[in-house]
């Protein structure tokens, strides 16, 4: 009976204070890391979903190249009869010859009124695609909603905290799956507006990274850190994305914006993007 005595009076008030603080710190750090999973599965339905929309949405922009093509074709057709009907009154002049021309002309004006129609349809298209644009958008602003909360703003409820203030692995971990997300929302508008991002990004969840063609051989930036020494590369990666952002808002004529402020100007975006199927 003495031995455990003696054990139990091995440790002081103190050391059994700072053993049980420790404890809470595990047991806080435990929970946070099931909400961060959490939130990454959920992250990952929502990318299901939002491969769906891209496949819909490229088979859209298929329709809709097939139909430019075939209007396209036809504006040809015109133009080559027009040519075809100078070139008779030329001959005719040259030669002092009366040809009947009616039948060049009446294929003109069939083809003139088919051409009117293509470009009404066409107009349509482009309308289709911007609601179709709008309907992505929005979509990701569901699948991966912008707040302002108590903490600032986050995506998912996930901070993206700035590359010189990120200390720990889980602030680490957060801020790689918020740029995760970042990464997908600029790749998905990128390719419903049709145009190649700057940067390109490769979206991996919490591992994507953005590449960066200027440089010889082209070279890929990281958007995580998974040590102290990979700092002054995500803040270079970081500062890639940004100017994606302002690239693609800039479309909508929107300059005057802060690079920094990564998530409020994603926010811009996707709002650009759904009322800009407003003014088709």
């Known amino acids: 009976m003495a031995a455990p005595e003696a054990s139990a009076k091995a440790y002081s008030p103190a050391t059994l204070a700072r053993i049980c603080a420790k404890e809470k710190e595990l047991e806080t750090g435990r929970k946070e890391l099931q909400v961060l999973r959490a939130n990454v599965e959920q992250s990952v339905e929502r990318a299901r979903q939002v491969l769906r929309l891209r496949h819909e949405l490229e088979q859209q922009r298929q329709r809709i190249e097939e139909r430019r093509q075939l209007v396209e074709q036809q504006a040809r057709r015109v133009e080559e009869a027009s040519g075809m009907s100078e070139g ?112 390109p990004v490769i979206p991996r969840g919490s591992r994507s990274v953005v590449v960066n063609p200027g440089s010889t051989p082209a070279q890929t930036a990281p958007l995580f850190m998974l040590r102290a020494g990979d700092r002054p590369r995500l803040r270079g990666a970081i500062r890639l994305v940004a100017t994606d952002i302002e690239q693609l808002l800039g479309m909508f004529g929107i300059d005057d914006i802060d690079r920094h402020q990564i998530l409020p100007n994603l926010t811009q975006l996707l709002l650009a993007v759904e009322n800009s199927s407003f003014a088709q």
């Open 88 to 199: 008779s009154d030329n001959q005719t002049a040259a030669d002092h010859k009366q040809e009947d021309g009616q039948d060049i002309v009446q294929r003109i004006k069939r083809l003139a009124v088919t051409l009117r129609q293509d470009r009404i349809i066409l107009e349509d298209l482009r309308a289709m695609l911007a609601r179709q644009r709008a309907h992505v958008a929005s979509v990701l602003a569901f699948v991966y909603p912008v707040e302002l909360g108590d903490d600032g703003w986050t995506i998912c409820g996930l901070r993206l905290v700035h590359a010189d203030d990120i200390h720990g692995w889980l602030a680490s971990e957060e801020t790689a799956a918020a740029l995760g997300m970042v990464a997908v929302v600029v790749d998905y508008v990128a390719q419903s507006m049709g145009v190649p991002a700057r940067y």
